[in-house]
RNA sequence: GCGUCGGUGGUAGAGUGGUCAAUUACACUUGGCUGUAAACCAAGCGGCUUCGGCCUUCGGGGGUUCGAAUCCCUCCCGGCGCACCA
């Protein structure tokens, strides 16, 4: 079963053109090997830090998943002994040795992210976890030199990233060298035939194109993928470092709502990238109401993480909450002593600072939701937030935060 | 090693003895308008406060001064140039 690999000229064309920035060397050369119906080693690497992945780290998988479907071997690298060396851009996170235990662990938190999406327990062909500490950690010095003698400094100075902080007269680290090196020796060492990332790894992964003409006279094959931007704007979506992400383990209603503050203008990118629905189905979708559409965007994306049911769930609930003024159907507690001010209650409940929180109250951004509902908007906002608290509440403080107060 | 320039809040980047909790932009938060969208308008954006103030921040430490992000010393970190090495 594993053996047979399907040859279906329209799905691979579907593949190779949706969320793919470049093949390289060409398009042409990929498409012809897979139309031969040769069975293909296909790889994608991932850091062994333990991230919450979200949905711009999606596409990838997605594609992945596609070509586990037509039959062709998918490896997905574990760079657990990349890792140790750290981020080159984040010099002040001097990355600590991880224990096996610890990379084990992250390789199932991991795991259990992705495997919503990429099937790891298909009994004919499933997708299989590699480490990388497996072969780098036995390099010799002498090996990593060899490597090192295929590329030239001139070569790794062409790198973007680097050229861009040369010229900005930050420091580039010699270390910074050996990612890519690292990365492309991963490729012989599996014996890769296709490398998929994301725009940003290309150089990475042309080195391992180099290595593994030098090792194995064997040309590899490098996808790189688009990276999820805004097309208005060009800035990327789901920015961990900007706090703007949907994880793909957010909750329902969390991933619902999330998804309906997304700007009108990237749906289209989103269904493009982070889904399955096909690209005709799309544009038919994007001809009904802009909101309609986020919401079918929002549907889609609980139910591949969730449930169909959950779908449904998170939409009445958003409905009700957003579309209708109402209360979520589940808002944290907190339980408060008899004595209690708003102050207190809020402060050590939402661990905001006092002085953040009296803005608020001041930009009435904090609402009683147990205000009868004849009550006048203005006597719904607490502005004093000295009072003692006297009878259970449901608050809602700013847009999304809700908070139910009980008394002990 | 020598010389030189630099290290400021989430980011970029002003400020070069008091008017600096620190210009400005972006980001962010909140209010308005809405479709919890975008755009736009407005406010906020270190902490504590009995709202009088108080405390902690401009790489670390020390010093000068009534007073320092600003001056001096020293240490750490980085850029560039030179030297060394090759």
Redesign the pocket.
């Known amino acids: 079963m594993a053996d047979v690999v399907s040859i279906d000229e329209k799905k691979i064309d579907e593949l190779l053109s949706r969320s793919i920035a470049d093949v390289l060397p060409t398009k042409k050369e990929l498409k012809e090997l897979l139309l031969s119906g040769k069975r293909l080693r296909f790889y994608i690497g991932t850091d062994a830090t333990g991230p919450q992945l979200h949905l711009g780290h999606s596409t990838n998988y997605l594609i992945l998943e596609q070509f586990r479907q037509l039959g062709h071997e998918i490896v997905i690298l574990f760079g657990d002994y990349t890792a140790l060396i750290g981020d080159p851009t984040d010099k002040e996170a001097a990355r600590v040795q991880q224990t096996p235990a610890q990379v084990a662990k992250h390789i199932l938190d991991w795991k259990s992210q992705v495997e919503k999406i990429v099937n790891f327990t298909d009994s004919a062909n499933p997708a299989k976890i590699l480490q990388n500490s497996e072969w780098l950690s036995k390099l010799s010095f002498e090996e990593l030199i060899t490597i090192a003698s295929n590329f030239t400094v001139q070569h790794m100075l062409e790198r973007d990233m680097f050229e861009k902080r ?1 010229e900005a ?4 680290y010699l270390h910074e060298f050996f990612y890519p090196l690292m990365q492309g020796y991963d490729s012989v060492a599996m014996n890769v035939d296709v490398e998929v990332g994301g725009t940003d790894q290309t150089f990475n992964m042309l080195a391992g194109r180099i290595l593994q003409k030098r090792y194995h006279n064997k040309e590899k094959f490098v996808i790189s993928t688009t990276l999820l931007a805004n097309p208005s704007t060009g800035k990327k979506l789901m920015s961990k470092s ?3 992400y949907i994880a793909l383990n957010d909750t329902p209603q969390d991933m ?3 998804t ?6 990237v749906v289209r990118q989103m269904f493009i990238d982070t889904t399955n629905v096909p690209l005709v189905a799309i544009d038919e979708i994007l001809d009904a109401h ?2 309609e559409a ?1 919401m079918r965007l929002a549907r889609e994306l609980v139910t591949m993480y969730h449930s169909a049911d959950a779908a449904g769930k998170a939409e009445a609930d ?1 409905q009700n ?3 209708d003024g109402g209360v979520p159907e589940q808002i944290p507690e907190v339980v408060v002593s008899v004595v209690t001010t708003y102050l207190d209650a809020l ?1 050590e409940a939402l661990g905001e ?4 929180l ?3 109250a001041n ?3 904090i609402t009683d939701f147990t205000m009868p509902a004849a009550a006048q908007q203005e006597e719904k906002k607490i502005l004093d937030l ?1 009072e003692i608290i006297s009878v259970p509440k449901i608050l809602r ?5 809700f908070l139910k107060i009980l008394i002990k």
């Open positions: 040369i007269g930050k420091p580039v900007e706090g703007n619902f709502g999330k309906m503050a997304l700007p009108d203008g802009p909101k986020k958003w909450t957003f579309s402060a600072s006092k002085a953040e009296r803005r608020l930009a009435r951004a000295s403080i700013g847009k999304h935060r």
